[in-house]
């Protein structure tokens, strides 16, 4: 990624050194037309009509050419905004070289050239209102550089130009999206808000507005206003701007490309309470689209101040209570690993906490993040809510499919923080921490070491966890918040011990839920627990029967296709796994498993094998049936 953000800035310097160069050409252009309108000998008013025309662009051209001179040799002011300066050079060019070969055919030669070469007043109209929609696309760079200094031309001192340029007839957007870059880019601090503002306007309404604003070389100077400006209104309106473009892939990858990542990380670390919520909600765009961003916000360690942020306040009011003290420890850690020397926890119950979750700085910042503390702890309580919101869903974001970063938010004992929230919190915040513990424990497992580290059985982190996942399994009905909860527990199925059956009760109740999805999700869960794969999948099974789940498996083979599958799944892990249990051969399972739906085994050829093992081995211990019967699957 370095090596093409690297090839890329060598590309943009090498397009820069060109600027001059393209000016050139058509001012050399137009001195042609000057002494081609000299030789005329033919149509010579049309030719001087020609000329004044082309002297006025040449002006303009010259007023464009010191602007660009005096930008670039300026050390301390923003650079020249260069897209639209080509686009206007580009055009007036193939005018200006137009209204030279008309010119030129004015000129005394051979009778047979004369003969050849026609020209009439219509060709002398035509190019005239070629060189007229250059001088006024040229009026309209000019008015949003301010290059000719004048603040009338310009709306206001280089302000916002909204007015329509010939080049951009057709394209209205373009027009708009030129002006307000340059604006963000070269503008006054006002102007580059207002400007900020109106493209992530633009990008809120379409797609196509979007492209076009990465296209036209949106994104740097919307990087630079979030990096530089002290203004927060400045910084939200550019993080605006860059979250309404980072919806799909390839946006976020020019983000990416333009080193944004370690430019959101600062600022996420060191910026106030209404600017980092933004900033979150970006991250989490980006981590959401595209999986390099995901990479590189674990290399730029975006995951700790997302988990202190998200910690801030929390414990304040729990500080008596195991998990609380817990926290505690974990929060004084944290603050030790960020290099501070002391945790403020007054005797006298004043403020214990919360000076201990002032804004994470970088070295080169932290000076900046205590002049946030004062203001972080008076903030409006329904601030610092949506702020938790919105780390919460970038922790999400930044752990779904990532074993990297789940284990950096393990680390940084994030795990405590978000089991605390989903006890106290609700609505969206709970969410959104129960989704974030929900890939958390996916990624643990798909990896053993993630699994052994973050979740041993006497850690208090994943007990805490543990415990609020089945809080939400038995307690709230509300299957959006239950499905990630019995997906979290089957995802830890391999970290329980024989003894830990408290979790396999409120799974195998869910199985007669109401809700199919409900249902089929802990039928999922619980063939965790009774695969073979699970070293303990023989205790499992038996208590999988002995909480009664085998006539809920029963009911769920006549409900629809996916619960059908995944209860006969099921039911086949118990019947190979206890196959001597009497709930079996009260429940009539060996006749359920011969008379399964052929539609959803022949849709899943593995399955097949499975229920003819299982029907094999129920065979073993359930006397009076006819072997037969074994082969009853076609």
């Not at 303009?60 to 300026?74: N, P």
């Not at 310009?154 to 909204?162: F, H």
């Not at 830890?492 to 409900?518: C, K, M, W, Y």
Request: aromatic letters at 4%; one cysteine or more.
């Amino acid at each position: 990624m370095a090596a093409v953000a690297s090839s890329e800035q060598q590309q943009q310097h090498h397009q820069e050194k060109r600027i001059e160069d393209e000016l050139s050409y058509p001012i050399m252009v137009a001195e042609r037309v000057r002494a081609a309108a000299d030789e005329a000998d033919s149509f010579k008013t049309e030719c001087s009509e020609v000329w004044k025309q082309v002297d006025r662009l040449l002006q303009m051209l010259r007023s464009l050419v010191r602007f660009a001179t005096s930008a670039a040799s300026s050390p301390g002011g923003p650079p020249l905004y260069e897209r639209p300066v080509r686009r206007v050079a580009s055009e007036a060019s193939k005018n200006l070289d137009r209204a030279l070969s008309l010119v030129r055919k004015c000129k005394r030669r051979s009778i047979l050239r004369r003969v050849v070469t026609i020209v009439s007043a219509a060709d002398f109209r035509k190019v005239l209102s070629y060189l007229e929609a250059s001088i006024g696309d040229m009026r309209w760079l000019l008015s949003i550089l301010d290059a000719d200094g004048s603040a009338a031309a310009a709306g206001g001192g280089g302000g916002i130009v909204l007015s329509l340029p010939p080049i951009a007839s057709n394209d209205p957007i373009l027009s708009w999206v030129w002006s307000f870059i340059a604006s963000v880019q070269m503008g006054q601090l006002n102007d580059r808000v207002e400007a900020a503002n109106e493209l992530a306007s633009l990008a809120n309404d379409n797609d196509r507005n979007k492209k076009i604003i990465v296209e036209e070389g949106g994104v740097p100077p919307l990087l630079k206003l979030l990096k530089e400006s002290s203004s927060p209104v400045a910084q939200i309106a550019a993080a605006s701007a860059l979250c309404n473009l980072a919806n799909d892939l390839e946006r976020v990858r020019v983000i990416v490309s333009e080193l944004g990542v370690p430019i959101v990380v600062q600022v996420l670390a060191d910026s106030p309470m209404k600017v980092q919520i933004r900033v979150a909600q970006l991250v989490a765009r980006m981590a959401e689209h595209d999986p390099v961003a995901q990479e590189d916000f674990a290399r730029e360690n975006a995951i700790r101040p997302l988990v202190t942020l998200l910690s801030f306040d929390t414990f304040v009011d729990d500080s008596m209570g195991q998990l609380g003290r817990q926290s505690i420890h974990s929060i004084v850690q944290i603050n030790r690993e960020l290099g501070k020397k002391t945790a403020m926890m007054g005797r006298s119950g004043n403020r214990p906490l919360t000076n201990s979750f002032s804004s994470f700085s970088h070295s080169e910042g932290s000076s900046r993040g205590g002049n946030h503390r004062k203001d972080r702890e008076n903030e409006d309580p329904a601030v610092k809510l949506q702020l938790k919101v919105s780390c919460a869903e970038a922790l999400w974001m930044l752990a779904r499919g990532s074993v990297t970063n789940s284990r950096k938010i393990t680390e940084t004992k994030g795990m405590l923080c978000l089991a605390k929230l989903v006890e106290k919190e609700q609505g969206e915040l709970q969410y959104n921490c129960l989704m974030t513990i929900m890939e958390i424990t996916a990624a643990a497992e798909s990896n053993a070491d993630l699994r052994r580290a973050a979740f041993k059985t006497n850690s208090p982190a994943a007990k805490a966890v543990v415990e609020q996942l089945l809080r939400m399994i038995k307690e709230v009905d509300n299957p959006s918040l239950r499905i990630p909860a019995i997906k979290s527990i089957g995802s830890l199925a391999r970290t329980f011990p024989a003894r830990e059956t408290r979790v396999i009760g409120p799974l195998v109740t869910q199985l007669s839920h109401r809700n199919t999805d409900v249902a089929a999700e802990a039928a999922i869960a619980l063939n965790k627990f009774a695969c073979p794969d699970n070293f303990l999948h023989v205790e499992h099974s038996k208590a999988i029967i002995e909480f009664n789940g085998v006539p809920a498996l029963m009911r769920l083979l006549r409900a629809n296709e996916i619960t059908q599958l995944h209860g006969l799944i099921l039911l086949c892990y118990l019947a190979l796994h206890a196959g001597n249990s009497e709930s079996l051969e009260q429940a009539r399972v060996l006749t359920a498993l011969e008379g399964a739906d052929r539609a959803v085994i022949a849709q899943h050829p593995e399955l097949r094998e499975l229920v003819s093992r299982a029907l094999i081995h129920l065979n073993l211990y359930h006397a009076g049936i006819n072997s037969q019967r074994i082969t009853y699957l076609p």
